[in-house]
């Protein structure tokens, strides 16, 4: 280092705080400037690449952490006290002891700190030191360096399966398109590949990129956390212009795959990099449990106030009564006495340091801990663990899993939360003409169905009898084939977690009338320009599925045991399709084994078509011989679906690179489409676009695929003018088609085409680079020209894919409805769509009044509200609905409930949604959601839970009370926002009425119980004060004081808190109703502690004056006093929790037994010991003198009874005379199980609640016999179109 | 991606399916309804009144006599004394009269009783140096900041036994007078074993004597202001009964719990005739030596002779206690019988 006058120093500081802080930066490469001293580098202001997340060096560890740990109110009021004890006028203990409590905690914090400061800062000199490649100019090549030597401007290799040290700028990778496959799991989760492009235009001809010829500035936004959001440019030496975005950045984190090495320009570093600015801590929420305490320690401390206000009052009151000095009035050194108010006014202090546990510090530490364990038994129940995905439940948030027992609201995302988001392609509509794809459907049916049998298997283990019956060709290994079948089932399943390539999805059974379609227009076109080619051409193009060879699968580094797992999907497959066998049937082609019969079928029929490109059952049979087979990795699974699709109709995606699509045809020759430009997805287009050059006619031809209404009104000239009037409806039929598809849950996916002129694409060419290039207002200008381009389509056909629903959804809704917590969905989805699925999960049921609420405008929207609250008011007001259970379902699109939110209308909204039993809202937007949610969470003062799978629903989740996340097939940002991640929906009925159930109750009545503990120790003190001039004198030697609270009386209450059980799971999943009880204030109000406080001062009466009057005018001493007070006190507030903890386990008894033998080992052992350590008062010898003595037996057994008998009796005559549900529980949770369930389904019946079946898609009701309330007049038509398919969904019942 | 678990396959994340983790752990779940409780409670109500009547019983067999001397009869004279500081060094006896209806049999217990000394207050109680009693050498000599403002008089010298505590020792004395037919007898008073062992034996020490006498180990501290003689003089009569370890100082030295308290002053002498079985019933008189003062606290002193039972000294409470409790549990009881006879025998009610 050369020296630098300190003047530079600090205008370099300057400098680099001004350019961090600029919106834009401009870097330029390190290489020419190699070499010299450190001022003249050119990208010095920004930060390197070296991270230090630890926040404390070793000579500043004690004062950082002593200020950190002051930032906690609770230490400052200890260290408060402590110090008040120093002041000698006022202390009321020795002061040195008196710092022991609070010196033992903040030493035990620092450590916890110290330790996980020093784990931060390994970890952090671990990635610091990580090797990577830097090019260096002097050796003219790339040098392998460390991590924190990465610095902005840098030339980064990165080779295959390496992680990226830094943010790169891609210019240039091994692959021939110029493009680089990362996985961006280490982020967020994401385990599909996502592709990125290198930078274009810089690269010269040859495949070596030289990075000392890179002279260019690279432009870019100041560094924020937007993970999915970059913007920048990079102005040549002539000035040209070329824009990037998030699509040539990799992300420092993210791993490298499928590409040999990829070569990058630091762009930022270290913690500018977006991986470290996302990287904040867990979040902290506060439980309404945890606010509602918070209040109560504000009365701790107001009754603490009054306590102190009456000992100084009574101190200046005994003072004044004495006449003269006594001999035992001590003056101070100086003979002095101080006046009675004065003495009085610190007797006020001298009480606050006596009776400073009253306020219950130790409250908060325990409630931690208590969280801690409750934690840790949600995360190891085995029902919330899900086998095909191998994951648990995630809390995420530590400390609101009480609130999970409060939930009155649920507010719930369909896709992927309700249902699969497993996307199978079930029907299409081409040209008008529906293809209703029968086979496909019963394939499916059938699936499900050997899906769950063989669940029943796996769970009841039995298995070589089972055996025989699938395996007819059993051979000797087969006696373990269940058990490794249902594990390789769960290894295909993991597989399509990542690349939604499970058989279910990948495989579509084609329609004979569309094989035979395809083939004849294929022979009569050419295959040019024919609606069914385009169709099927729309589909396989119009997308962002990366296609991956089957044979280069990649190694993934976090699970090395893949690769033998990825063997056995086919045997499990071999054996799913012999066992699925029947459905071939239908075709009547000779029966054969499975696979090689639909090849030969397949052949047979589509005569032209190649076998190979069809056949997709081989594909996943034999995906060792089968070579040139594909894998598609597709960011939603829907996109997949199709492309499968499309490869069951001979239209095989083939290869994606950033500028060409190859598509195999079904006649065998392969196009390479040129790929123009891509209009990606965004959800205010609700339509992607594909802008590809026709390799054989060379026109520029644009697919557009999206949601109907987003379609629909785009629509030019309908396809092929010249076609007959007839044909000139398509847009009707597809209409018609798409709303029978809606009605039978199906997503729907409308699929055009644009021919686009070369005159037209030029002009549209010159606008969309002036938008890549801006950098502001670039999102707006981006989508104009989308929009610019997306007009006069042609409609193709539409699509219909199944999502089906989750397991055991509608028994899940059912009970969390007879748990009293209103469920409410948001969808983003069609109204038919969701008032299917509405009804198929059991949202809704038949007879139930529907009321739709869909218009246009504000007057219409008011009228509506205001004539359906009328009537609802007066239902509810009819004598004859007063026992019946509102049975109102509200349903609301997404602009009326634009409208309904608005500030003077959301009133009435609330409370007819209030009166509704369940609110289906369709067609809203993310922040619609999250509106929603914060508005019935604010207005209604409810627990709401908002439970969702997308990104969609982030909003949503973040605003709700309890956001849960699914872990599911759409990335990983719900549950990255959420407080517990789930993998299913079903989870959710254990997870609320069980867990949510016990840690409500548990933490509530543990709360509850420390403050008793504490006032009932401390009002001891108190009542001593009335006999010793309230001078503050404590009858318990300081010492057991501290151990009382820190050790004979704090585990059992944490045991109580993690432990108790009111009542068992079985009970609380059978009758759902006693969720109810913690709903509200639930067991922890107002009521339940002051009931408690005034036990507490009742029992510490009776605990205080019965060895009063016992002993009183006696020869007793102080300290022998204290012991029976402490000894049956100890035994009241142990035996206290006795008769609040329900269940009794062996560990409760070790605790229980050992507190007590703790108390009397570590008493009689202190008093042994001690002679003069705790000089005035030195207990020596005290306890075992008063085990001696009959009195301290007669004493203590007295007083225990006494104390305890009110609470005692109360809760015998309560139990016997009103018992609560949950006694009535608890007591049905003692029968035999055969019993228990015959009265626990008596019980339900009793309360109304339905007799839940499996059901799956079942056929709703027809609309117009339920829906007396219809506001919306072209619902009831369209409802009426029940299809001729609409057998095929209950096929499954 | 660091936390691999060791387990690998494909369930390596499924949670143990063990008792403990899944709360599944055998439990005893007592059932708090008058059924499952009316046994503990009759049988409670049952133990409590056993005890009681059993402790009523003990409790009559013991009597207690307090006399009250703070100015009556010719200590009036001694009480008006008193009030006068500067008084303090001269002597004052007096004598009191009283006489006992029904012998005390077994052994008799002589105890001084205060009223309205708080010798619990803070100050008060923390005024005195435990590690000075112990007989540490460094404490005699440098008295513990505890013991201000008696730690050292006027010039600085230490004092032994320091603090307000010791400051404020009774030092009445008594003399009991049984009246016969033959004259006035005194009744001998045993004035040792006073204090609990290990006060006399661990807790109080002399200082290391080194072949020093006592006054010599003394010297060089000072009586504490109130005292007339040092503490290596308080017993005349036992050389052993002196400095630290003296059973007066020491049970005086024992804090007393309330303001009303009674110390123990000695035991009757049974060895000879007539208090072989205890203090026979006739006249008695009382002499004391009136020293300590009580107007400044409106306190009152008294003589207190008692018997003691098994469980301590006579306890009117504790008998009434248990006879009360027995009462209460028991009407609970039949409270809760009643409940049971109308509510469903064994939880039927549940199906309502």
Known sequence: MTWRSPLALLRDAVLSQKAREKELRSLVSNLPFEGLGKSKQPNRFFKPNAIKTNKYTPLFFIPMNLYEQFHRLANVYFVGLAILNFIPVVNAFQPEVALIPICVIMFLTALKDGWEDFRRYQSDKKLNNMPCLIYSRTAKHYIERRWKDVRVGDFVKVVCNETVPADLLLLHTSDPNNVCHIETSNLDGETNLKQRNALPGLCTSNDVFEPESFNCTVVCEKPNNNLNHFKCFVEKPDKEKTGAGIESLLLRGCTVRNTEHAIGFVVYAGHETKSMLNNNGPRYKRSKLERRLNVDVFFCVLLLFIMCLIGSLGHYLWLKNLSDVPSFLVSDSKGHLDSPSLSSFYMFFTMIILLQILIPISLYVSVELVKIGQIFFILTDVDLYDEETDSQVQCRSLNITEDLGQIEYIFSDKTGTLTENKMVFRRCSIMGKDYPHKENANRLALLEETESEENVIFSQSTLSSQASRYDEDSSPVDTHRHGSRHRSKMAVNRQSS???????????????????????????????????????????????????????????????????????????????????????????????????????????????VQPRALDTVTLSARPAAASGDVCYE??????????????????????????????????????????????????????????????????????????????????????????????????????????????????????????????????????????????????????????????????????????????????????????????????????????????????????????????????????????????????????????????????????????????????????????????????????????????????????????????????????????????????????????????????????????????????????????????????????????????????????????????????????????????????????????????????????????????????????????????????????????????????????????????????????????????????????????????????????????????????????????LLPRYTFYVLKNSIAPSPLIQAKHLDRMEPSVRDMWMKEWRSLRGGTEVKESRLSTPPSPTLETSVDFYPGFGDAASFVGEDMSLNVIGD | ??????????????????????????????????????????????????????????????????????????????????????????????????????????????????????????????????????????????????????DVDEKGVPIAPCGAVANSMFNDSFILTYYTINGPTVVPLLRKGLTWYTDKNVKYRNPKMDNLTLPEVFEGTTRPPYWQKPVYQLDPFDPNNNGFINDDLLVWMREAAFPNFKKLYGFLYRANKPFTKGLPAGNYSVTISYNFPVQYFKGRKEVVLTTVSWFGGQNHFLPIAYLVTSGLILLTAVVLTVVWWKFGKDGKNMAD
């Open chain 2, 1 to 150: 991606m660091g936390k691999e678990k060791s387990k690998s396959g494909p369930l390596a994340r499924r949670p143990d399916n063990s008792a403990f983790k899944q709360q599944r752990l055998p439990a005893w779940s007592p059932m708090l309804t008058a059924s499952a409780v009316l046994p503990f409670f009759y049988l409670l109500a049952l133990i409590c009144m056993l005890l009681g009547v059993w402790l009523l019983l003990t409790v009559q067999n013991t009597q207690e006599m307090k006399v009250d001397y703070t100015e009556a009869g010719s200590c009036n004279l001694c009480f008006e004394m008193r009030k006068n500081v500067s008084n303090a060094g001269q002597r004052c006896t007096c004598m009191i009269m009283f006489s006992i209806e029904k012998a005390f049999k077994g052994d008799v217990f002589i105890y001084y009783g205060l009223r309205n000394f708080h010798q619990n207050l803070r100050r008060y109680m923390d005024s005195r140096d435990d590690g000075q009693m112990l007989g540490r050498k460094s404490n005699l000599k440098s008295p513990s900041s505890y013991c201000k403002p008696f």
């Open chain 1, 498 to 608: 990542m690349a939604f390539s499970s058989p279910l999805e990948t495989q579509v059974i084609p329609d004979e009338k569309l094989l035979q379609q395809i083939s004849r227009s294929e022979r009569s076109s050419s295959g040019i320009s024919d609606p069914y080619m385009d169709f099927f051409l729309a589909l396989a193009i119009c997308n962002s599925v990366v296609v991956s060879m089957a044979t280069t699968q990649r190694q993934r580094v976090s699970s090395p045991s893949h690769s033998h797992k990825t063997n056995n999907p086919l045997e499990s497959f071999s054996v799913l399709v012999k066992r699925t066998g029947s459905f071939w049937k239908v075709f009547d082609s000779p029966k054969q084994n499975g696979s090689s019969t639909s090849a030969h079928k397949r052949s047979d029929d589509a005569n032209g």
């Open chain 1, 634 to 1203: 597709a960011e939603s699974p829907d996109e997949a679906a199709l492309v499968y699709a499309a490869k069951t109709y001979g239209f095989t995606l083939l290869a994606r690179t950033p500028n060409s699509v190859t598509v195999r045809v079904p006649s065998g020759e392969e196009l390479v489409f040129e790929v123009l430009d891509t209009l990606a997805f965004d959800s205010n287009r609700k339509r992607m676009s594909v802008l590809v050059r026709h390799p054989i006619t060379g026109e520029y031809v644009l697919y557009t695929k999206g949601a109907d209404y987003a379609i629909m009104e785009l629509l030019g000239t309908p396809y092929a003018e010249h076609l007959s009037g007839q044909q000139k409806k398509i847009a009707a039929d597809t209409q018609y088609h798409l709303d029978c598809y809606a009605k039978d849950g199906l997503r729907t996916l409308c699929i055009t085409k644009k021919i686009v002129s070369s005159r037209e694409y030029q002009s549209w060419l010159a606008d969309r680079k002036r938008a890549l290039a801006a950098i502001d207002g670039r999102e707006e200008l981006m989508m104009a020209s989308a929009v610019q381009l997306e007009t006069e389509l042609t409609l193709l056909g539409a699509t219909g894919i199944e999502d089906r629903l989750q397991e055991s959804v509608p028994d899940t809704i059912t009970a969390l409805r007879e748990a009293g917590i209103k469920v409410w969905v948001l969808t983003g989805d069609k109204p038919e769509t969701a008032l299917n699925i509405g009804y198929a999960c059991r949202l809704m049921e038949e007879g139930d009044l529907v009321i739709n609420m869909s218009c246009k405008n504000k007057v219409t929207c008011v009228s509506i509200l205001d004539c359906t609250l009328e009537e609802v008011r007066r239902y509810h007001e009819d004598p004859r609905n007063v026992d019946t259970t509102q049975k109102i379902s509200l349903m609301i699109d997404g602009d009326t409930l634009a409208i309904a939110l608005s500030p003077d209308l959301q009133d009435r909204f609330l409370d007819l949604a209030k009166r509704c039993r369940s609110v289906l809202c369709c067609r809203v937007t993310p922040l619609q959601k999250s509106r929603v949610v914060k508005l019935v969470r604010d207005k209604l003062k409810v627990m709401t839970l908002a439970v969702g799978d997308g990104a969609n629903d982030v909003n949503m989740i973040q605003v709700a009370d309890v956001g849960i996340g699914i872990s599911g097939q759409e990335g990983m940002q719900a549950v990255m926002a959420s407080d517990f991640a789930i993998t299913r929906f079903k989870h959710l009925k254990k997870l609320l009425l069980v867990h949510g159930h016990w840690c409500h109750t548990r933490l509530a009545n543990m709360i509850i119980y420390f403050f008793y503990k504490n006032a009932a120790y401390v009002n001891l003190l108190f009542w001593y004060q009335f006999y010793c001039g309230f001078s503050g004198t404590a009858m318990i030697d300081y010492w057991l004081m501290i151990f009382f609270n820190l050790f004979f009386t704090s585990t059992p209450p944490i045991m109580f808190g993690i432990m108790d059980k009111d009542v068992s799971a079985e009970m609380l999943m059978g009758v759902p109703e006693l969720y109810r009880t913690g709903q509200g204030s639930g067991e922890y109000n107002f009521r339940t502690f002051w009931i408690s406080m005034l036990d507490a001062f009742y029992q510490s009466l009776v605990c205080f004056f019965v060895p009063y009057l016992a002993y009183q005018g006696s020869d007793v001493d102080i300290f022998t006093f204290g012991t029976p007070l402490n000894t049956s006190s100890l035994f009241i507030i142990l035996l206290h929790l006795g008769i609040e903890i329900k269940s009794w386990t062996v560990v409760h008894w070790i605790i229980m037994l050992g507190s007590v033998a703790l108390y009397f080992i570590v008493t009689l052992a202190y008093s042994a010991i001690c002679v003069t350590c705790n000089p005035p008062s030195n207990p020596y010898w005290i306890l075992q003198n008063q085990m001696a003595d009959p009195m301290f037996y007669l004493i203590c057994i007295i007083s225990t009874v006494v104390a």
